[in-house]
């Protein structure tokens, strides 16, 4: 079940689904880049305004799961208006600047993104664009990432799927709020 917060912005109300923290893993490959897993942490939030905050930061994974080195770290805000057409501000760490545009689909809680417009500094890599698919997919966030360079043409080179982090401090609350006999539950 996805909770609204009272002070989110109604104009957010459709994108709630994505509020939160999330962890998860994925695997990265891309002509001229190798292949990899790596592991990812991305939060949405929100102020009361009518956008979405969001931060991401990932890292490549040896085969034992544990951090090799950073990936990539993105911020951006989420916005959404009343024809279900989004759009999103990204800066990456990798000296990228990005608007990209989209549409929540109908009836399900998936949003289907390409970049619009992208500012590269001098020392950023090549890049010309990229599609980004995301989706609640029972109780799980997944999304997959596409990217085209000059040489390269739009191919997937990310995917992802990531769980929800559950804040201990709801779940005491939610605990709290069993009956007196509510210990009996759990033996």
């Known amino acids: 079940m996805i909770e609204i917060p009272s002070d989110l912005h109604p104009d957010l109300v459709p994108l709630a ?6 962890t998860g893993a994925g695997v990265a490959e891309f002509p001229g880049e190798g292949k990899c897993n790596f592991g990812q ?8 305004r009518d956008f979405l905050t969001y931060v991401s930061h990932s890292w490549e994974l040896d085969a034992d799961g544990k951090k090799v080195r950073p990936l990539e770290s993105e911020t951006g805000y ?23 545009y989209g549409e929540l689909a109908d009836q399900k809680p998936q949003i289907d993104l390409a ?3 992208i500012a590269r500094t ?3 890599g090549e890049y010309s664009g990229g599609k980004r698919l995301y ?9 997959v990432g ?16 990531l769980k929800k ?23």
């Open 165 to 187: 982090v559950v804040d201990p401090k709801e779940w005491a609350k939610d605990v709290a709020d069993l009956p007196d006999d509510g210990i009996a539950f759990f033996k």
């Open 41 to 48: 942490e991305v939060g949405f939030g929100h102020d009361g």
């Open 135 to 143: 989706g609640y997919v029972n109780g799980d966030l997944m999304w």
């Open 115 to 117: 970049t619009d417009a």
């Open 17 to 22: 689904f994505l509020l939160g923290n999330w």
């Open 146 to 161: 596409e990217k085209a360079t000059p040489e390269v043409p739009l191919r997937p080179y990310m995917s992802a799927h």
């Open 78 to 100: 989420w916005r959404i208006d009343k024809d279900r057409k989004v759009e999103v501000v990204m800066i990456r760490d990798q000296g990228v600047a990005e608007v990209w």
């Open 122 to 124: 001098a020392s950023a």
